[in-house]
Nanobody, 118 residues
Framework: QVRLVESGGGSVQAGGSLRLTCTIS????????MAWWRQAPGKERERVAR???????YIFDSGEGRFATSQDRTKHTQYLQMNSLKPWDTAMYYC????????????WGQGTQVTVSS
C-alpha cells in the first residue's frame, strides 16, 4: 500500500521560511508526478505546486516567486521550500501522489500544519 509521509511544518513569523518534505513509501518506479496542496480553514483546497514528468516544475499563483519544489527520485522524496512566508500562507499542507501523471491524485499525505504569524 502506497503511503505518503510529510514533515516539516511548524510556526514561523512573517518573512520566515520552512521546508516541507514528503516521502513516498511502497513504490518503486521513478517516473511519477506529484503536487503540493494547501487548505486554510473555511477555504477551498488549492494547489501550490506540481512536479511533472521529467522534473518539470509548476508553481501556481499563490507561491509564485516565493515557493520552490524539488525532488530526489532515488529516495522518492519531494520538497517544498517556502520563503518569505505571509500570514495568509497559514494552512494545512498536503502532498499528493499522481502515479500515472493524469492529474488524478490517488494518494495523499496526512498533512502538515504551517502557521505564519504577523
Amino acid at each position: 500500500q502506497v503511503r505518503l509521509v510529510e514533515s516539516g511544518g511548524g510556526s514561523v513569523q512573517a518573512g520566515g521560511s520552512l521546508r516541507l518534505t514528503c516521502t513516498i513509501s511502497e513504490y518503486t518506479r521513478s517516473d511519477y508526478c506529484m503536487a503540493w496542496w494547501r487548505q486554510a480553514p473555511g477555504k477551498e483546497r488549492e494547489r501550490v505546486a506540481r512536479l511533472g514528468r521529467g522534473g518539470l516544475v509548476y508553481i501556481f499563483d499563490s507561491g509564485e516567486g516565493r515557493f520552490a519544489t524539488s525532488q530526489d527520485r532515488t529516495k522518492h522524496t519531494q520538497y517544498l521550500q517556502m520563503n518569505s512566508l505571509k500570514p495568509w500562507d497559514t494552512a494545512m499542507y498536503y502532498c499528493a501522489f499522481d502515479p500515472a501523471c493524469t492529474h488524478d491524485y490517488d494518494y495523499w499525505g496526512q498533512g502538515t500544519q504551517v502557521t505564519v504569524s504577523s
